[in-house]
């Protein structure tokens, strides 16, 4: 499966910026779509976030998934990867 990551930035209530991908299957063209699924992963984490726009989140490049990934996007219809400050906000 052809996958789309999507780079996504923001900025935690201690000030912090979390940096974490949305992926989504390569023919998802619809953004909203994309963004909703990145305030999903958010409300997960109790970051408080009403929206999510082009300047925190932009589409990056296409990739080959892994057999987890695809797994995730099956069941939720994304996968996230967290690269940066996305773990206890203790």
């Not at 900025?11 to 940096?19: I, L, N, Q, V």
């Not at 409300?43 to 589409?59: I, M, W």
């Amino acid at each position: 499966m052809k996958i789309s990551v999507w780079d996504t930035y923001v900025k935690r209530e201690d000030g912090k910026m979390m940096h974490f991908d949305i992926l989504v299957p390569s023919d998802l063209k619809d953004v909203q779509s994309i963004f909703n699924f990145g305030l999903d992963y958010l409300k997960s984490k109790s970051v408080p976030s009403n929206e999510l726009s082009a300047n925190e989140c932009r589409f990056c490049h296409i990739e080959q998934a892994n057999p987890e990934i695809i797994a995730s996007i099956n069941e939720k219809g994304y996968a996230i990867i967290e690269i940066e400050n996305c773990g206890s906000f203790n």
